[in-house]
């Protein structure tokens, strides 16, 4: 899961380049363009949309071109995409996915080929475009700049992995990059990951009883995530319309039991035994049964709705270290809380409500409509209320 990084933040910090992504397995970061880092020229009324050194910012499409003059004529190569950076890894990598963004290939991720008998001369072909997979290295770039007398003269591109090789378009050096406005991802706020002293202080239980759920639920944590990572119909609607997606951690109160003490014949205490369910799972708003993992995802239920196995890792790590403990294969999915609460106050009690901490994580779409929430009850974290 990505956090985010304005642009002129960046070049007003060049340090900030090479510091490593937040803490957490499937980190990374996303530089937006923002309007203190736009370029304009003819008295400030048109923006320059060039782009001269990275990084590459990711609410903006990129516009690669390179020319070639053969004989008298000249040859112009063009690639359009989206530059993703490479998860856990700091922007001074200059580490990117390249996501096609145009023609029949949109969606899919460009491929170096893996070299063989040592060189393209010998019978290395591209390899086309596929879909994304963030565990295969050579779907990883490094575009760096070309130097000409010391001064950026264009992008070069190289494969990550030590054997891979570029598409042949990509063999030709000094390409130049223009970006233009993704108008489905334009973030007005900061996405800073996981707000560790505002998840450790978990929300007031300042609610009146009867009440099913404390509202609103607090947001302790905020991140992007790149349409790639996200399994929902097909990769060219999706990076059409919400080519990434809003991810959030919310904390608040559920009831598990609550109860009156009518005509104070509930005593001075309540004996409680209630089950309570550890994960639930919704999609579209609906509960979903059980996780099917395949293709390097986490299917919910019988839906059509998965998460690429990087996202799961991290939702699963951010759960640990708040505490909550996972099912083991086999294991009771649903936990019993069983005990007696005394009523300590004065006078005699009218209503009772007994209280876990959820903790769901919320995907939405960048138009604001909810894909999946996914919520850990902890129950080791447990509240009673009287009045």
């Not at 950026?152 to 891979?164: E, L, R, Y």
């Not at 509930?266 to 609906?286: C, Q, T, Y």
């Not at 929430?373 to 009045?387: A, D, L, P």
Request: proline share 6%; with cysteine.
């Amino acid at each position: 899961m990505y956090v985010t990084r304005p642009l002129s933040m960046l070049r007003n910090s060049p340090s900030a380049l090479s510091m490593a992504p937040p803490e957490g397995p499937n980190s990374g970061i996303l530089v937006i363009k923002d309007e203190a880092a736009e370029s304009k020229w003819l008295f400030g009324m048109l923006k320059d949309e060039t782009v001269l050194v990275p990084p590459f910012p990711q609410n903006k499409k990129i516009w690669l071109s390179h020319t070639m003059v053969v004989g008298t004529t000249s040859v112009v190569e063009y690639i359009y995409a989206l530059l993703i950076p490479v998860l856990n890894q700091p922007l001074s990598s200059n580490q990117y996915y390249i996501i096609k963004s145009n023609g029949s290939d949109k969606g899919l991720a460009y491929m170096c080929s893996k070299e063989e008998n040592g060189s393209r001369l010998l019978g290395v072909a591209d390899t086309p475009p596929q879909k994304f997979d963030p565990t295969n290295i050579y779907q990883e770039f490094e575009i760096s700049n070309d130097m000409y007398y010391g001064k950026p003269n264009g992008f070069n591109f190289k494969s990550v992995a030590s054997n891979g090789v570029t598409p042949y378009a990509m063999t030709h050096k000094n390409w130049r990059a223009y970006c233009k406005t993704l108008k489905t991802f334009q973030p007005t706020t900061e996405a800073l990951g996981l707000d560790v002293s505002l998840r450790a202080r978990l929300p007031p239980l300042t609610f009146s009883l009867p009440c099913k759920f404390s509202s609103p639920a607090v947001v302790v944590g905020k991140w992007y995530c790149p349409f790639i990572f996200v399994r929902e119909g097909d990769v060219d609607s999706q990076i059409k319309n919400s080519p990434y997606y809003e991810m959030a951690l919310q904390q608040n109160w559920v009831e598990v039991f609550g109860c009156g003490n009518n005509n104070n014949s509930g005593g001075r205490g309540v004996e409680l035994d209630v089950l309570v369910e550890k994960e639930v799972v919704s999609v579209g708003g609906r509960a979903v049964g059980g996780v099917n993992i395949g293709d390097g995802a986490a299917w919910f239920g019988s839906s059509r709705v998965g998460l690429s196995m990087a996202i799961v890792e991290r939702i699963r790590w951010e759960e640990e270290r708040g505490g909550f403990e996972w099912v083991r294969e086999g294991g009771e999915k649903v936990v019993k809380v069983r005990r007696r609460e005394e009523f300590d106050g004065v006078g005699m009690w009218r209503r009772f409500g007994c209280y876990v901490l959820v903790e769901r994580f919320e995907l939405k779409r960048m138009d604001g409509s909810l894909v999946l929430s996914w919520e850990f009850r902890h129950t080791h974290q447990i509240r009673t209320k009287w009045e």
